[in-house]
């Protein structure tokens, strides 16, 4: 399946990137990104890895989604094409993440 990646789920990734390697080193942050990345290649191979994350019945979206360490690839299946539509961090708050992502709706 073809992957898309939305801009907040590349500012994120980007964000996560840059905050593991000034606290944790460029070693770091490399193997984040990969693992990342790689987690995204199962996805795109097997779309139904990721479990249900939440779904909102007012817009008929379903949220996946696949943990990588602390953060976790939140994705849509949308016909033939996966949408990333963030890169969380595990730590933060969900609640908020739900409704950022239901206001603003893909």
Same mark, same amino acid.
Do not use: C
């Given at each position: ?11 994120? =990734?980007?964000?996560?990137?840059? *905050? ?25 191979? =097997? ?12 817009? *008929?979206?379903? =949220?996946?989604? /696949?943990?990588?360490? /602390? ?25 908020? /993440? *739900? ?6 709706? /893909?």
């Amino acid at each position: 399946m073809n992957v898309i990646w939305s801009e907040r789920a590349l500012a994120e =990734f980007a964000d996560t990137a840059t *905050y593991v390697a000034t606290e944790f080193g460029s070693q770091a942050a490399t193997k984040m990104r990969a693992r990342i990345n790689e987690a995204v290649l199962s996805i795109a191979r =097997f779309p139904q890895i990721g479990k249900l994350s939440f779904s909102d019945e007012e817009i *008929y979206i379903e =949220f996946r989604e /696949l943990v990588v360490n /602390l953060s976790s690839v939140i994705y849509v299946i949308h016909e033939e094409e996966i949408i990333i539509v963030s890169i969380w961090n595990n730590r933060q708050n969900r609640t908020k /993440l *739900y409704e950022e992502l239901k206001n603003n709706q /893909l």
